[in-house]
C-alpha cells in the first residue's frame, strides 16, 4: 500500500478536522479533553507535536486506561488550532461525534507510532 507523504497525510487531516469541528462535536483544550476522558465520552484525541511531554503522556494514560484513539499530529499547536478554524494555540482535541467526516477510520488507518 506505500504510506502517504506527511505533507498530503497533514492536509488530510487538517480536511477532516474541520468537518469535525463544523458537523461534529470537539472539545479544544487539554483539561476539558481529560475531564470528557474521564466520563468516556472521547472517542479520539489528536496531540499537536510541541504539547508539554508531561501533559503528552498523561493524555496517553488516560486514552490507554479508556481505550481511546490517540493522534499525534505533525504539526506544533498553532498548526493544530489553525486547522480547527481557530486564531489561537490548540494542543489537544478531543473528538466526541465525527460528525460528517471519516476521520476516525481514516486516521487508525494512517498512524505509524
Do not use: F, W
Not at 59 to 67: D, F, G, I, P, R
Not at 73 to 94: E, I, K, P, Q
Amino acid at each position: 500500500q506505500g504510506r502517504m507523504p506527511k505533507k498530503i497525510a497533514t492536509e488530510n487531516i487538517n480536511a477532516k478536522l474541520g468537518i469535525v469541528m463544523r458537523s461534529g462535536k470537539a472539545l479544544l483544550g487539554h483539561s476539558q479533553g481529560l475531564k470528557a476522558l474521564r466520563k468516556g465520552q472521547v472517542k479520539m484525541v489528536i496531540v499537536s507535536s510541541n504539547c508539554p511531554n508531561l501533559r503528552k503522556s498523561e493524555l496517553e494514560y488516560y486514552c490507554m486506561l479508556s481505550k481511546t484513539q490517540i493522534y499525534h499530529y505533525m504539526g506544533t499547536n498553532t498548526d493544530l488550532g489553525a486547522a480547527c478554524g481557530r486564531y489561537h494555540r490548540v494542543s489537544c482535541v478531543s473528538i466526541l461525534e465525527a460528525g460528517d467526516s471519516d476521520i476516525l477510520g481514516a486516521v487508525s488507518g494512517s498512524q505509524t507510532d
